[in-house]
């Protein structure tokens, strides 16, 4: 445990932070397998569901997440499995 008052508010600062990634990473690993259930039982949603896992996906990216390409790749992975399907 740290002694300085600067290292126990970063200890804090650094939880908060982790907690909020972790949910955030959670949220968007849900809504990609949502997306992707929907895609393979041709689901009457699926195009809402593929929306929502683009949005999640582009949150990411904004909140530094993900990598930029990370996420074109993926958006483009849902763009061609819903084209095919």
């Known amino acids: 445990m740290p002694n300085i008052k600067s290292a126990k508010k970063r200890v ?3 939880a908060k932070k982790a907690a909020n990634n972790k949910a955030a990473n959670s949220a968007l690993k849900t ?3 949502k997306a992707n259930v929907a895609i393979e039982t041709n689901a009457a949603d699926k195009e809402e ?3 929502a896992a683009v949005k999640k996906i582009d949150q990411a990216v904004a909140k530094n997440l993900l990598h930029k390409n ?3 790749r993926k958006k483009s992975a849902f763009a ?3 084209n095919k399907a």
């Open 12 to 14: 804090k600062v650094q």
């Open 49 to 51: 569901t593929v929306k």
């Open 70 to 72: 990370t996420a074109a």
């Open 31 to 33: 809504a990609i397998k």
């Open 80 to 82: 061609s499995k819903l």
